[in-house]
């Protein structure tokens, strides 16, 4: 009786961290889903039981501040975080956890929720986006989800079903939409 009580549970703590900060959800006809064989549970949510590490190269710091380099090689430190609605640390996170602890932990102090953190700091075009500003993502009107602009319309951000990962804007965006861009360093 317990294991199904259990199971339960589970199924709908998973409904609502889906609800909550979702990156392979669509609620559209063109439905995402990732194989299960690839996903790993730990106590604290899920994340890929083999992540694929990307290629930091790709990701250029020479010409930024040093402040802004200090944020994306914090941020690559928590890659393949398993996610976890209501996280804020590297045993697991949401999307606005792992973002408000990452730039905590290098001296800048930013608001808990994605909504909250879409309002601080100064919108910027993304084509006039830099490493280390932030890009939000709306269901309608309301800011849904949060990441880290790493260039090359990529972001670090913690997906509901990778966990902390590195996507291009173009993947991820459809329904949750691109909402805006914003620095909060300069």
Same mark, same amino acid.
């Given at each position: ?77 928590? $890659?393949?975080?398993? $996610?976890? $609605? ?101």
């Amino acid at each position: 009786m317990w294991r199904h009580f259990r199971k339960s549970v589970v199924l709908i703590a998973g409904v609502l961290l889906v609800s909550a900060c979702s990156s392979s959800v669509r609620f559209s006809s063109d439905v995402h889903t990732v194989p299960t064989k690839r996903i790993a549970k730990s106590k604290y949510g899920t994340t890929p039981s083999k992540p694929r590490v990307p290629d930091w190269s790709k990701i250029d710091t020479r010409n930024l501040s040093t402040i802004r380099k200090e944020i994306i090689e914090e941020a690559e430190k928590w $890659y393949g975080t398993p $996610y976890w $609605y209501g996280g804020e640390n590297r045993k697991g996170t949401d999307c606005s956890g792992f973002v408000m602890s990452v730039f905590e932990k290098c001296g800048v102090t930013l608001p808990r929720t994605a909504a909250q953190q879409s309002q601080f700091g100064k919108k910027v075009s993304l084509e006039k986006a830099t490493a280390g500003d932030l890009v939000f993502f709306s269901r309608g009107d309301k800011v849904s989800h949060v990441g880290i602009y790493v260039g090359d319309s990529t972001m670090l951000h913690a997906s509901s079903s990778l966990g902390v990962t590195l996507q291009g804007l173009a993947e991820f965006g459809g329904n949750p939409a691109f909402y805006s861009c914003r620095n909060v360093l300069d």
